[in-house]
Nanobody, 124 residues
Framework: VQLQESGPGLVKPTQTISLICSVF??????????WSWIRQPPGKGLEWIGS???????YANPSLKSRTFIWRDTSKDQFTLHLYSVTPEDTAMYYC?????????????????WGQGTQVTVSS
């Protein structure tokens, strides 16, 4: 299983971060797995953004939920993150990952495959 993030590396404040995660070697609809977005700001720890389950249900970090939209294209095995109204505090390395479980909350130990990450900088 391989995951690959793609998207713009530089976004202006108030705009939207839009990232795509392409999945190879698995399907987004495989039962008992879910697909997550996680980020790591400079000098800080990992922060869960949200997840989409094999049935298409989505869950998000309460602190980011109002600005987050996750959806998927099962025909392409891609899932997408939109993070709206960004500020420089949203600058981070963004990762996508596969998890085994319900996907309703964040459990680092459930994440078994990760993408290499993509750096997103929010700056004018």
């Amino acid at each position: 299983v391989q995951l690959q993030e793609s998207g713009p590396g530089l976004v202006k404040p108030t705009q939207t971060i839009s990232l795509i995660c392409s999945v190879f070697g698995d399907s987004l609809t495989t039962s008992d797995y879910y697909w997550s977005w996680i980020r790591q700001p400079p000098g800080k720890g990992l922060e869960w953004i949200g997840s989409i389950t094999s049935s298409g249900s989505t869950y998000a970090n309460p602190s980011l939920k109002s600005r987050t939209f996750i959806w998927r294209d099962t025909s392409k095995d891609q899932f997408t993150l939109h993070l709206y109204s960004v500020t420089p505090e949203d600058t981070a390395m963004y990762y996508c990952a596969r998890g085994a479980g319900s996907g309703t909350s964040y459990d680092r130990d459930e994440l078994d495959y990760w993408g290499q990450g993509t750096q997103v900088t929010v700056s004018s």
